[in-house]
């Protein structure tokens, strides 16, 4: 799923920490859907320089795999 940009329950957003560790380039298989939370993940990761690959062939397994994020 693609990294939080704010938070729910955890003090620090995963974009934040991605960008602190320098990591050159993230891979996602889903978007978080906007009923989720208002997330700018993506748009955090790309202005920080950092590359993000969105594989769409990967959305059913990960929407799958965090169904319980999303009922």
Avoid: W, Y
């Amino acid at each position: 799923m693609e990294p939080c940009s704010s938070t729910r329950m955890s003090k620090v957003p995963c974009t934040t920490h991605i960008i602190k560790a320098k990591i050159g380039k993230v891979v996602i298989g889903v978007k978080e859907p906007e009923s989720f939370v208002n997330c700018k993940g993506v748009e955090t990761l790309c202005a920080a320089g950092i590359d993000v690959v969105h594989l769409k062939i990967l959305q059913e397994e990960c929407l799958a795999t965090n169904i319980h994020l999303l009922t």
